[in-house]
């Protein structure tokens, strides 16, 4: 009875091993899935928040560029006046050039941290650095966007209550190329905008992933 007994302790503890190792390793398999699916999810964001940033390079150098060369000189003078516009004759026009060149450098600069968000998608930090470098710059962006906007309505429509008259009449080729900057700038805002709330969904997700495991 004694041997029956001890025969029938060491079944039981060898199929407690068994079933102990089945569970483990089934957990490692569910965390592996687990991370696999939420790396490819959060690596899809990281592309696309990638490209989107290449996007607004393109469209913040060609705001800083177009405003920078907006000049126009109409073809009638006189002896001691010439009729010239430029973008360095208003100061506001000059804050967009300085500001959005600013922002077109920083976008290049964030391109590393977007490329390890790609390669590792479950990395925090980057993201993180990114959502507070981007938020400080779309401030800067809409800033210049909007203040180049008031001086390109005026522009265009003058200002009656204080006798400030439109001048788009006169320098149309002006008017349109800082027309064309300001818009420029105005969907780099919309493309930081998207980029705050993928790197806000990113963050959330990664919250979500790491206080469940």
């Not at 190792?21 to 899935?33: L, N, Q, R, T």
């Not at 004759?89 to 600013?102: H, K, L, N, R």
């Not at 788009?168 to 709330?197: N, P, R, T, W």
């Amino acid at each position: 009875m004694a041997n029956e007994s001890t025969t029938i302790e060491i079944g039981e503890s060898s199929t407690m091993t068994k079933r102990t190792s089945h569970v483990v390793v089934d957990e490692k398999k569910k965390g592996f899935v687990a991370a696999t699916a939420g790396g490819g999810y959060k690596r899809g964001l990281a592309i696309f928040d990638f490209l989107l940033r290449l996007a607004a390079i393109v469209t913040t150098i060609t705001a800083s560029s177009v405003m920078y060369t907006a000049e126009e000189t109409l073809p009638f003078f006189t002896q001691f006046l010439q009729f010239q516009a430029g973008y360095d004759d208003f100061a506001t026009f000059q804050f967009f050039v300085i500001s959005i060149a600013m922002v077109a450098s920083y976008l290049v600069l964030s391109l590393p941290f977007s490329i390890v968000s790609i390669i590792r998608p479950l990395a925090a930090a980057p993201r993180l650095i990114l959502l507070i470098s981007d938020t400080v710059v779309v401030t800067l962006t809409t800033a210049a966007a909007a203040a180049a906007a008031a001086i390109v309505y005026l522009a265009h429509n003058g200002n009656p209550n204080t006798n400030w008259l439109p001048i788009c009449q006169q320098f149309g080729d002006f008017c349109q190329a800082v027309s064309s900057a300001v818009v420029a700038a105005s969907i780099a805002v919309v493309f930081f905008i998207i980029l705050i709330v993928i790197s806000a969904i990113s963050l959330k997700a990664l919250i979500l992933y790491f206080s469940s495991g």
